[in-house]
């Protein structure tokens, strides 16, 4: 293997975070922001991008993979979490908001999964995060992920996270599942990725899931999420604008709100 070969453990149920494991020497190379805990002996360092290419490609190597991670929205940076001590030492990251994070183990799927921008959280040491083209202009405008999504390369364990509940889908050959096109966390590489207008115009116009449905074709494995983050904060958004108890069902309504002087 050229990744490291790392343990781990996932814990909580609504909000997530997964410890890992590291012997000495081993490293885990994780999102910005995404730390949590870590134990003595575990040494931080923060490089441009993920590090996998460490001693190639010079300074032009490491510029391009940082700028690539632009493309995607995401920091120029990453950090590596490396065991300087002796004995197995954890170090914990925990998902940003309300979900599951869901182990992949590359090698299981010919060591490439496709996911959305933002899902990635760690991965062991050596497991490449780059940048997928989507390459019909009808999935890049409106299939809910823009152009460019993430890609995750390699023979170990990464973690990406989904917002609520995920589902497994095992397609296949041929077998199609449309979901709404903000629902998709993550796929494997043989999947057809396209997107598809929803039919009927009121359906459309006033169905309230909008214009496009996302479309995937087997063979493959896809993973979907119930609440993606978008539609979670649409739903704050919305809320802060009523404001009140309206929100709430209360039957007072804004009798409510005056009785508690607003």
Avoid at 11 to 19: D, K, S, T, Y
Avoid at 27 to 35: H, K, L, N, P, R
Avoid at 123 to 140: H, N, T, W, Y
Avoid at 199 to 223: Q, S
Wanted: hydrophobic residues 40%; negative net charge; glycine residues 16%.
């Amino acid at each position: 293997m050229n990744a490291h070969e790392i343990d781990y453990q996932i814990l909580g149920e609504e909000m997530q975070c997964v410890e890992i494991v590291l012997d000495p020497s081993e490293s885990v190379v994780a999102e910005a922001g995404s730390f949590m805990m870590m134990e003595d002996g575990i040494q931080m360092q923060t490089i441009f991008g993920d590090g996998s290419s460490a001693g190639s490609g010079g300074l032009m190597g490491k510029l391009m993979g940082a700028g690539k991670r632009l493309l995607t929205g995401e920091s120029l940076f990453m950090t590596h979490y490396t065991n300087r001590g002796y004995g197995r030492k954890s170090v914990t990251f925990a998902a940003p908001y309300p979900g599951k994070i869901i182990p992949l183990d590359l090698r299981r799927y010919s060591g490439k999964v496709i996911c959305q921008k933002d899902a990635f959280l760690c991965a062991a040491k050596g497991v490449s995060v780059g940048i997928e083209f989507q390459r019909k202009l009808g999935v890049g405008f409106f299939g809910g992920e823009g152009f460019i999504m993430q890609k995750l390369e390699g023979d170990g364990l990464a973690f990406v996270h989904s917002g609520g509940f995920v589902l497994e889908k095992t397609l296949a050959p041929g077998e199609t599942l449309r979901l709404d096109t903000g629902c998709l966390v993550a796929m494997t590489q043989e999947v057809h990725y396209d997107i598809e207008f929803v039919k009927g115009i009121k359906t459309a116009v006033f169905g309230g899931e909008g214009l496009f449905f996302a479309t995937l074709k087997g063979p493959g494995k896809v993973w979907v999420q119930s609440l993606p983050f978008s539609r979670m904060a649409d739903k704050i958004i919305s809320a802060s604008r009523m404001g009140g108890r309206k929100e709430e069902g209360s039957i007072l309504g804004g009798i409510g709100n005056l009785l508690d002087g607003d």
